[in-house]
C-alpha cells in the first residue's frame, strides 16, 4: 500500500515537474490541432488524426491519453473550422476536453498567416477517495471530485508554406479552481497556463530523401521549460523515421508510413531518463491519420506537417 501512495505522489510530482498538465505527445508534429487553432486548414482538405498515448508501462498511475483531430477550411478558404477531444487519465485524475478551433488565413505569395481560436470545456474528475492519505481525516482527500466542467478558451498563430511551419499558442488561458479546497498545500490548484513554440522545416537530401527537423517547446508558470527536439527523414515520399529527445526527461524514436494519399499510421516510442525508468518499461503512441478530399495538385506531394 505504501509503495502504490509513494508510486502516486511520484507521478504527481513528475507531471508538475515536467510541465504536464496538459497531455504531451511524442508526435506532435503531424497533430499540432491539439495545441494550436491556427492550424486549422493547413491542409487543404479534411484532415483527420487519432493518438493513442500509454506512457510509462507498468507504472502504477501512470498517463493515458487518447485524442481525436478534424478540420478543414470553408467554401471561402479564408476561414477554417477544427474540433478535438482529448480523453486524458492519470492517477485518481480524469479529464475530457471537447474544444472547436476557428482560423483565419491571410494567403501570401507562397505561404500562409493563420490566426485562429480555440474553446471549449475540460470535463474533470478526481477520485480523491481511491487515495489513502498520511492523515486519514485530511479534509482535501474526504470527497471525489465528480463532473466539474471547466470552461476556457485560448488562441494561436502560425506562419507557414508547404515546406516549413512555426507556431505559437496558449490553448487555455482561464486557470480554472480544480478542486474546492482552501487548504495551503493546494495553493496551486488551478489549471495552468501552457504555452508553446513550435517550429519544423523540410529539406531534400537527395531525391529520395528528404530532411524534417522540428521542435516544441512549452511553458508553464513555475515549472521550467520543457523542449522536445526530433529529426525526421522522409524516404521516397512514404516512410518517416526518426529520433527524439525530451529535455531531461526522454529520447525515442517514431516511424509512420503513408499507405496512400488518404491514410496514414505512426508508432513511437520514448525510453525514459529519469529516476522513472526503474519502475516503467517505456511509453507506447499510435498514431492513425486521414485525409479527404485532397486537390489533385496535392497528388504529387506527401503531407509534411
Not at 113 to 131: E, H, I, P, T
Not at 274 to 291: C, K, Q, R, V
Amino acid at each position: 500500500m505504501k509503495r502504490n501512495i509513494a508510486l502516486l505522489l511520484l507521478c504527481a510530482l513528475a507531471y508538475i515537474a515536467n510541465a504536464q498538465q496538459d497531455p504531451q505527445f511524442t508526435q506532435y508534429m503531424f497533430n499540432p490541432l491539439s495545441v494550436n487553432p491556427a492550424y486549422a486548414g493547413s491542409a487543404d482538405m479534411i484532415s483527420m488524426a487519432a493518438i493513442a498515448r500509454n506512457q510509462w508501462v507498468n507504472f502504477d498511475g501512470a498517463p493515458k491519453t487518447q485524442t481525436f483531430t478534424i478540420h478543414s477550411p470553408l467554401k471561402r478558404e479564408s476561414i477554417s473550422l477544427g474540433g478535438s477531444i482529448i480523453n486524458d487519465r492519470h492517477g485518481p485524475v480524469k479529464q475530457t476536453m471537447l474544444y472547436a478551433d476557428v482560423s483565419y488565413r491571410i494567403f501570401m505569395d507562397k505561404s500562409k498567416l493563420a490566426f485562429g481560436l480555440k474553446g471549449g470545456v475540460n470535463m474533470y474528475r478526481a477520485d480523491l477517495l481511491s487515495l489513502n492519505p498520511l492523515e486519514s481525516n485530511d479534509p482535501v482527500f474526504g470527497a471525489n471530485v465528480s463532473g466539474k466542467t471547466l470552461p476556457n478558451f485560448g488562441f494561436g498563430m502560425m506562419w507557414y508554406s508547404k515546406r516549413h511551419y512555426v507556431g505559437i499558442s496558449a490553448p487555455k488561458l482561464l486557470q480554472n479552481k480544480l478542486i474546492n479546497s482552501i487548504s495551503p498545500s493546494f495553493d496551486q490548484n488551478t489549471e495552468s497556463r501552457h504555452f508553446f513554440l513550435m517550429a519544423g522545416m523540410v529539406f531534400d537530401l537527395n531525391y529520395y530523401v528528404k530532411f524534417k527537423p522540428s521542435f516544441i517547446v512549452k511553458a508553464v508558470d513555475g515549472a521550467p521549460l520543457s523542449a522536445d527536439v526530433t529529426a525526421n527523414f522522409l524516404f521516397y515520399d512514404r516512410f518517416w523515421a526518426g529520433l527524439m529527445y525530451r529535455w531531461e526527461d526522454a529520447a525515442g524514436a517514431l516511424i509512420q508510413y503513408e499507405v496512400n494519399r488518404t491514410f496514414r499510421i505512426g508508432y513511437s516510442y520514448d525510453y525514459t531518463l529519469s529516476d522513472i525508468s526503474n519502475y516503467s518499461s517505456g511509453t507506447h503512441e499510435i498514431m492513425i491519420g486521414l485525409d479527404l478530399g485532397r486537390k489533385p495538385e496535392a497528388d504529387v506531394s506527401p503531407r509534411y506537417f
